[in-house]
């Protein structure tokens, strides 16, 4: 006799996937995660495997010589205790803050001031964006050489202009100045960082809708009007994200100031990196180099937070 299955069982059957289907699908969902698998090393490798080793490393109290033996103590929390309470780390925190604030208020300025002319359309438009996004792309090192032999006491650029255009009456050693050190170092970093704050800026302008200038004319708006109450406002999520990013950037600098400074006159330009730096490597002390390289990390990510935050407040 020959059994029939019903309409319900046999449709049932159809939809049952096969062992086969179910198995393919495993593989190709494998084979994506082994795409990625290498990325996923690479970032491991070059980026959470020495931040964990950075913040762990400042756990222990290892000169270079216990750190080379092998003989490295647990001291817990006491070097980043120490380090909240040691003037030294405080006074570099101060000049990072006031180096980082200087070169993001410059940046967005002259950024802006340059956004807003080459939103226009007139000849030789792409040509001078071009020229001008130069600055960010040439390697750190060279920029900081270029403006190393700018601000050079007896032989820079800048003191010939100033000399010949009568501005100063003398040459003017920049770079060796204690009140001057900063503010040349601060130019330097900023001049680097102006084109990438243009281009975005140009981008949020862009986005503006055409039709709320065009009210704002019909209103009899000023061009300064219009700038403060409709550009500004408007533009003040890309701003946001230009200044974070920018801070980020400019908070852990390190090669610019090295080269220009490395940290003097003094400890004009000593920033936190420089810091960390002369801990590490000249004074041999890995422990206390850690520590306030984990500080490096902990400033910017206090910032990322607070502005999330406000962010999600305002969505």
């Known amino acids: 006799m020959t059994t029939t ?24 969902s494998l084979g994506k995660y082994l795409f990625i698998l290498p990325a996923v090393l690479f970032v491991v490798a070059t980026t959470v495997y020495p931040l964990v080793y950075n913040v762990n490393l400042g756990f222990y109290d290892a000169p270079i010589q216990k750190f080379l033996g092998g ?5 817990g929390v006491s070097q980043y205790v120490q380090a909240l309470t040691d003037p030294e780390i405080w006074t570099s925190l101060v000049t990072s803050l006031v180096y ?7 940046m967005l300025t002259i950024g802006t001031a340059f956004a807003l002319l080459f939103n226009k ?9 071009s020229v001008l996004f130069l600055p960010y792309i040439l390697p750190s090192v060279v920029a900081a050489n270029v403006w ?18 009568r501005i100063i009456p003398e040459p003017v050693f920049w770079l060796g100045s204690p009140t001057l050190a900063l503010p040349a170092v601060t130019l330097a970093t900023a ?32 061009r300064w009007a219009t700038f403060w109450f409709i550009t500004v406002p408007l533009l003040r999520p890309v701003l946001s994200v230009v200044a974070l990013l920018g801070f980020i950037y400019t908070f852990k600098t390190f090669d610019t100031i090295f080269i220009l400074t490395r940290g003097g006159p003094g400890d004009a330009t000593t920033v936190l990196p420089i810091l960390a730096y002369n801990e590490a490597f000249v004074n041999f002390d ?16 206090l910032l990322a937070v607070v502005y999330f935050r406000s962010t999600r407040r305002e969505g």
């Open 5 to 28: 299955r019903s309409a319900p069982a046999a449709r049932a059957t159809a939809h049952r996937p096969s062992r086969g289907g179910r198995g393919a699908r495993r593989a190709q």
């Open 71 to 75: 003989t490295v103590q647990w001291v």
């Open 100 to 106: 980082t604030m200087s070169t993001i208020v410059l």
């Open 121 to 129: 359309q007139f000849p030789g438009n792409k040509l001078l964006r």
């Open 148 to 165: 190393r032999w700018m601000l050079d006491g007896t032989s820079g650029l800048v003191n010939y202009v100033l000399t010949t255009l």
């Open 191 to 222: 001049w680097s960082m102006v084109p990438f704050a243009m281009l975005l800026i140009i981008a949020g302008l862009q986005n503006i809708p055409r039709t709320t200038y065009e009210a704002a004319e019909l209103d009899g708006a000023s």
């Open 286 to 301: 890995l422990g206390a180099g850690a520590t306030v390289n984990t500080l490096l990390l902990v400033v910017p990510m």
